[in-house]
């Protein structure tokens, strides 16, 4: 299995959308978020600020703002 994230452009000069290849991991105020697969549609799984599980849909990872690295 390839370690490469995969990044699909939304058009010439835009920013990169979120990954989509399983197991991909994004950043999200501070918190880490990993690309899971379960009944064909993907989710965001990760912990939020009281570590309790969270998962968010794609579009309220985008909405809530994600970098591929760990914000310093």
Do not use: K, N
């Amino acid at each position: 299995m390839s370690t490469e994230t995969i990044f699909h452009q939304a058009g010439s000069g835009s920013e990169p959308s979120l990954p989509t290849a399983p197991c991909s991991v994004v950043w999200s105020h501070g918190h880490a978020y990993v690309l899971e697969y379960t009944g064909g549609a993907g989710r965001w799984v990760g912990l939020d600020a009281f570590g309790r599980p969270t998962a968010l849909t794609p579009a309220a990872l985008e909405r809530q703002g994600w970098t591929q690295h760990r914000e310093a």
